[in-house]
T-cell receptor, first 111, second 115 residues
Framework: KNEVEQSPQNLTAQEGEFITINCSYS?????LHWLQQHPGGGIVSLFM???GKKKHGRLIATINIQEKHSSLHITASHPRDSAVYIC?????????????FGKGTKLSVKP | DVKVTQSSRYLVKRTGEKVFLECVQD?????MFWYRQDPGLGLRLIYF???????EKGDIPEGYSVSREKKERFSLILESASTNQTSMYLC??????????????FGPGTRLTVT
């Protein structure tokens, strides 16, 4: 089974700060997902990446396949970025598209 | 835009009741998933389905069953609800991509309380 570890579990930042959330996994994967969950429950997919780096607005996701590690960065953080950020990978030997999820990082950005 | 809807946002049921949670997606996705989310445990897969009438157990299927009679609809059934099934339940769907990656689209969630 693929294990997914995220750090930190909780993160409080001041508006404008640069934020990094980390994700490590135990076995090789085809791709890694970063998801965002706002208070109220809805989850949206932010990134799906298998190598290198992807950028969308103020969000940047990077992955190092050899080190089995990914980071999610938020530049110029804003209170509306407050959410739980979840990393997910396919299970070892998995098929049909199911994922193993990290426990999430709860981010709170203060004005 | 992909839309995944769930029948209720909040639900309160009594111990022993039979509970149905419905999920509908409008993008003709083959794969559908039911998760539960608990504090400190993250999202855990209960069941998934990769075609009509097909289902596979996830990590925590005990106490649950599912039904997929139509492609767009995936139902989660609690045969006899218990207090330890109080949780947030999330449905998701995706296209099958055997070589990955598997982008999943989530519904808004149903917060179920069993008293």
């Amino acid at each position: 089974k693929n294990e997914v570890e995220q750090s930190p579990q909780n993160l409080t930042a001041q508006e404008g700060e640069f934020i990094t959330i980390n994700c490590s996994y135990s076995v090789g994967i085809s791709a890694l997902h970063w998801l965002q969950q706002h208070p109220g429950g809805g989850i949206v997919s932010l990134f799906m990446l298998s190598s290198g780096k992807k950028k969308h607005g103020r969000l940047i996701a990077t992955i190092n396949i050899q080190e089995k590690h990914s980071s999610l960065h938020i530049t110029a953080s804003h209170p509306r970025d407050s959410a739980v950020y979840i990393c997910a990978v396919p299970p070892l030997g998995g098929s049909q598209g199911n994922l193993i999820f990290g426990k999430g990082t709860k981010l709170s950005v203060k004005p | 835009d992909v839309k995944v809807t769930q029948s209720s946002r909040y639900l309160v049921k009594r111990t022993g009741e039979k509970v149905f949670l419905e999920c509908v997606q409008d993008m003709d996705h083959e794969n559908m998933f039911w998760y539960r989310q608990d504090p400190g445990l993250g999202l855990r897969l209960i069941y998934f389905s990769y075609d009509v009438k097909m289902k596979e157990k996830g990590d925590i299927p005990e106490g649950y069953s599912v039904s997929r009679e139509k492609k767009e609809r995936f139902s989660l059934i609690l045969e006899s609800a218990s207090t330890n099934q109080t949780s947030m339940y999330l449905c998701a769907s995706s296209f099958p991509q055997p070589e990955g990656p598997y982008e999943q689209y989530f519904g808004p969630g149903t917060r179920l309380t069993v008293t």
